[in-house]
């Protein structure tokens, strides 16, 4: 089966610097993908890519291939781009007050999605608008679609956000940290609602999250960045019961346990280099109990395991059996 998105050794540029590098991964249909690492690991960006926004932050798709449904996006006209973001890739991003507009009432705004792209009556679009909404868990869709954002909560706004990422009936959804500005005790009933929405209407998800914890519970198989390339690929039960990467292996120690004892719980040494200013070799070197010298020298290519995952280490933590 053709994968639904496939990124092949991508590259992404803002002015001089290279900030992606060499990033593949696939996402079928029906599948969710977590895309994890620490901020600057290049998270947001490769939603930028795939969204085609990089633009709006002076950046480009610098090398690479990015190829949605058989489509080469990197060589689209932007006016087919655009129809296709909001039809077919819908976007949830951070912060629900940056998709929505503060003086037009909700209604209206998730209306004009399935108006645009799918070509609705006023009419049927508020219905579809109002059945969105409820599939949503909103309490009284009706008299939330006559408010405005500024009435609502941040969990409810979030809600609204992911119903117009919905609205144009997309094949493939970008959310990128989706409840990083939510409350703790609404974070996760949004990845549940948003996950469960996913897997009932068989959509492609990709999750961008720092959150090992989530991937865990909700995704088939997790992608990990770090300094802007993949470290590696595989299928959830595997990588959590014996992660073949140490930067892995790192974030899934970082995950707090029931009944750890006080003190247990360690962060990972370091920090994740500037952009362009990143080390020869392993760019996670510095940062890596395992280092030898063949790490300092040169970056290890992406190597297929035996489970069908991918790793990119001189020194894999395990073969996968
Ligand atoms: Fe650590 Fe070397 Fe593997 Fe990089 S290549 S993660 S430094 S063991």
């Given at each position: 089966m053709t994968a639904l998105l496939t990124l092949s050794d991508m590259g992404v540029e803002i002015g001089r610097t290279r900030?992606?590098?060499?990033v593949s991964l696939t996402l079928d249909r029906g599948e969710i993908l977590g895309l994890v690492g620490e901020s600057g690991s290049g998270k947001s960006l490769t939603a930028l890519a795939i969204t085609g926004l990089l633009p709006l932050i002076g950046g480009r798709i610098s090398a690479g291939s990015l190829r949605f449904d058989g489509t080469?996006?990197?060589?689209?006209p932007e006016a087919e781009r655009r129809r296709l973001r909001g039809k077919r890739i819908g976007f949830v991003m951070q912060n629900p007050m940056t998709a929505l507009d503060g003086v037009q009432r909700i209604g209206e705004q998730v209306d004009v999605v399935s108006r645009l792209?799918?070509?609705?009556s006023p009419d049927a679009a508020r219905l579809r608008t109002l059945d969105l909404l409820a599939q949503l868990r909103i309490p009284e869709p009706a008299a939330v679609a006559q408010a405005y954002p500024h009435q609502l909560s941040g969990g409810m706004k979030q809600r609204i956000v992911i119903a117009m990422a919905l609205a144009g009936e997309p094949d493939l959804i970008i959310a990128d940290e989706?409840?990083?500005?939510?409350?703790v005790t609404v974070q996760a009933q949004i990845i549940q609602i948003l996950t469960q929405l996913a897997r009932q209407r068989g959509l492609a998800l990709l999750l961008i999250t720092h959150d090992m914890g989530v991937v865990a519970q909700v995704c088939d198989r997790v992608a990990v960045l770090y300094a802007g390339r993949i470290a590696e690929m595989r299928a959830v039960s595997p990588i959590f019961a014996a992660p073949a990467h140490p930067y892995t292996a790192a974030l899934i120690g970082c995950i707090p346990r029931a009944g750890?004892?006080?003190?247990?719980l360690h962060g990972i040494p370091g920090a994740v280099p500037t952009a362009g200013r990143y080390p020869e070799g392993c760019r996670f070197h510095p940062r890596c109990?395992?280092?030898?010298d063949a790490c300092r020298q040169g970056h290890p290519a992406l190597s297929r395991l035996a489970d069908g995952g991918a790793v990119a280490c001189h020194f894999p933590l395990t073969e996968a059996p």
């Open positions: 900030l992606l590098d060499g080469e996006l990197t060589t689209l792209h799918l070509g609705l989706p409840t990083t500005a939510l409350d750890m004892a006080p003190g247990s109990a395992a280092a030898a």
